[in-house]
C-alpha cells in the first residue's frame, strides 16, 4: 500500500475563476523522495497545501495510510494533520519564540490547549526536540530568538519543527527559494538524510530543476495544473524538461 | 516625435498644469471663507464682550489664582493617588476587556464573520464616540459615586482605542507562520496563542502604555462627574471660590501627568 495516495485531485480558488489542478493523481511510496518540478504558475504550492488541507480542494481524493482525508471533518483532520510535517519556502517560524519553544510548537496537536498556553510540554518532548537541534547543528542556539538566526538556520529550526510531529509524510514547499545556493544544497541535503533516518517519505516542490533531479528519486512534472509526468528521476531527459517547460514565458 | 506632435504634447501639459493651479486657489479660497465664517459666528457672535472688560481687569482674574494655597497639601495626598489608581485599575481592565473586541473585530481570525465582526466594530464605536464624562455620568448613575464608575469609565473610552489597534495589527500579520502552525494539527485557539498573539504583542503592549498615559489625565476629571480621584477635589475648591486651592490641585495633576511622560518612555524602551 503507498503512504500517500492522490486520486483526480482537482481545485478551483473561486467558482468561476481557472482551475488550477486538472484532476493530478498519484502515488507517494514508503521510501519515496518525491520532487515537483514545473513552471511558476503550474499548481505545485496549492498541489502540497491540498494534501493538509490547508487548501481545501474541490474533487478528488487523498488518502494517507487507508485515511481518506478529503472526507474527514475539523476534529479528524486535525488529528491526520499530525502526520504530516511541512516546511515552508519563508519558514514561517514564529519569529519572536526562542528556537526551542518553536521546535516544540510541531508537537501542538498532541498537547492540550491549557498546557500549551503554559509551554508545558513532556519532558520527553523536550529531549526529541533537543536531540533534533543537535541533529541540525543548532543545540547552541536552543535559547536564541527565532529572529536572531540567519536564513539558513531558520530553515533547519524549520525542520525540525516538523520532524518532532514524527510524521508519517513530509510535505516541503520550496525550502530552498529564501536561501543562496550553497545554504540551499546543505539545507537539501539535510531534509533527505534526515527523512531517511526517520523513514518518512517525502513530497517536495521545488523549481530548481538541478537540486531536484539531485535529490529526488522520482519526479512529478506539472505545467498548468497537469500532470506532464511522472517517473523515476533516472528517465528525465531534455525532451521531458522541455515538455515541462514548454509554456513558459519570460 | 515629430515636431508638431510634440509642440501639440507641450501646449497639452501647460494648460493641464494651468488647470490645476486654478483648482488649487479655489480650494485655498474655500479654506480662507470657512475660518472666517467660524471666527465670525463662534468668536464675535458668541462671545459676551461686556463682561470681559479691559484687559486689566482679564489679568486681574488669572491672578487671583495666585499664591497657590498650601494648606490643601496633606488633603491632596489620598485623591492624587486615587486618580493614578483609577487609571492603572481602568487601563487594566480595558485591556482585558479589549482581548476579546479585537478578536471579533480583526477581519482575517473573527470567529464569524457576518456576526461578531460587526459586533466587535459596533462595540469599538460606541467606546469611541461617547466621551469619559459622559461614561462617567451614566456609571455613577448606574453603582452610585467614587472610584468605581470611574474606573468602569476610563476602562469603556479605552476599550476602542485599545481594540481597534490592535485588531488592525492582527489584520496586517504575516499568515505563514498561522499557516505552519496549522499544519501541525493545531487547534484554532492555539494558532491564535502561538500564531497571532507573538506578532502583535509589541503593539498591544505599546498601544496599552500610550493608553495609561492618556488614562491619567482622564482620572484627574472624573470627579467632576463624582466619579473618584482629583477632580471632585477641583470642583469643591472651584464652587469654595477658593482659587488658589484650585492652583495647588493643578500642581498636583502636573505631578501625576509627570509621572505618566516618565513612566511611559521608559515602559515603550522596555518593550522595542
Not at chain 1, 474527514?72 to 483532520?77: P, S, V
Not at chain 2, 448606574?142 to 489584520?171: D, N, Q, W, Y
Not at chain 2, 467632576?224 to 477658593?242: D, I, K, P
Amino acid at each position: 500500500m503507498p503512504t500517500l495516495e492522490v486520486n483526480d485531485l482537482r481545485i478551483r480558488y473561486t467558482r468561476s475563476g481557472p482551475e488550477i489542478l486538472k484532476g493530478v493523481s498519484f502515488n507517494v511510496e514508503k521510501d519515496d523522495f518525491f520532487a515537483i518540478i514545473g513552471p511558476s504558475g503550474a499548481g505545485k504550492s496549492t498541489l502540497i497545501r491540498c494534501i493538509n488541507r490547508l487548501v481545501e480542494p474541490n474533487g478528488g481524493q487523498i488518502i494517507l495510510n487507508g485515511k481518506i482525508i478529503t472526507n474527514m471533518g475539523k476534529h479528524e483532520l486535525r488529528a491526520a494533520r499530525r502526520n504530516m510535517g511541512m516546511i515552508f519556502q519563508e519558514f514561517n517560524l514564529v519569529e519572536r519564540m526562542s528556537v526551542m519553544d518553536n521546535v516544540l510548537s510541531g508537537r501542538l496537536g498532541y498537547v492540550g490547549t491549557f498546557r500549551s498556553f503554559l509551554r508545558w510540554y513532556p519532558r520527553s518532548d523536550i529531549q526529541r526536540a533537543l536531540e533534533l537541534l543537535e541533529k541540525v547543528g543548532l543545540a547552541d542556539f536552543v535559547d536564541k530568538r527565532a529572529d536572531e538566526l540567519s536564513g539558513g538556520q531558520r530553515q533547519r529550526v524549520g525542520i525540525a519543527r516538523a520532524l518532532i510531529q514524527q510524521p508519517q509524510l513530509l510535505l516541503v514547499d520550496e525550502p530552498t527559494s529564501s536561501l543562496d545556493p550553497k545554504i540551499a544544497r546543505d539545507v537539501m541535503r539535510m531534509i533527505k538524510s534526515m527523512s531517511q533516518d526517520a523513514g518518512v517519505p517525502v513530497l517536495c516542490n521545488i523549481h530548481d530543476v538541478q537540486l531536484a533531479l539531485e535529490f529526488s528519486n522520482k519526479v512529478i512534472g506539472l505545467q498548468d495544473g497537469v500532470k506532464k509526468f511522472d517517473g523515476p528521476t533516472g528517465a528525465v531527459d531534455k525532451s521531458t524538461l522541455d515538455e515541462i517547460y514548454a509554456m513558459e514565458v519570460l | 516625435m515629430s515636431e508638431a506632435v510634440y509642440g501639440s504634447k507641450f501646449q497639452q501639459i501647460l494648460s493641464r498644469r494651468k488647470k490645476h493651479k486654478a483648482i488649487r486657489y479655489a480650494l485655498y479660497g474655500v479654506v480662507v471663507i470657512l475660518v472666517l465664517f467660524s471666527i465670525e459666528s463662534t468668536i464675535i457672535g458668541d462671545t459676551d464682550w461686556d463682561r470681559i472688560g479691559t484687559i486689566g481687569s482679564v489679568f486681574r482674574a488669572l491672578a487671583r489664582f495666585l499664591p497657590p494655597d498650601f494648606s490643601l497639601f496633606a488633603q491632596l495626598l489620598k485623591p492624587t493617588i486615587e486618580t493614578f489608581m483609577i487609571a492603572c485599575l481602568g487601563t487594566m481592565l480595558s485591556l482585558i476587556l479589549a482581548i476579546p473586541v479585537s478578536w471579533f473585530a480583526a477581519y482575517n481570525i473573527t470567529p464569524y464573520r457576518p456576526i461578531t465582526y460587526p459586533i466587535g466594530r459596533g462595540i469599538m464605536t460606541l467606546s469611541r464616540s461617547v466621551h469619559e464624562i459622559v461614561w462617567g455620568l451614566i456609571f455613577v448613575s448606574a453603582v452610585g459615586l467614587g472610584a468605581f464608575p470611574g474606573i468602569l469609565a476610563i476602562s469603556m473610552r479605552s476599550i476602542g482605542f485599545i481594540s481597534k489597534l490592535t485588531a488592525e495589527a492582527i489584520e496586517d500579520i504575516d499568515p505563514g507562520p498561522l499557516e505552519a502552525i496549522r499544519s501541525t494539527g493545531a487547534n484554532q485557539l492555539q494558532v491564535i496563542l502561538y500564531g497571532v498573539i507573538p506578532q502583535i504583542l509589541p503593539v498591544y503592549l505599546g498601544n496599552a502604555i500610550f493608553q495609561w498615559d492618556i488614562n491619567i489625565r482622564r482620572a484627574t476629571i472624573m470627579g467632576l462627574v463624582g466619579a473618584g480621584g482629583l477632580g471632585l477635589t477641583f470642583h469643591r475648591q472651584l464652587v469654595m471660590y477658593n482659587y488658589g486651592g484650585v492652583t495647588t490641585v493643578i500642581i498636583a495633576i502636573l505631578f501625576l501627568v509627570g509621572i505618566g511622560e516618565v513612566g511611559s518612555y521608559y515602559g515603550r524602551k522596555a518593550i522595542l
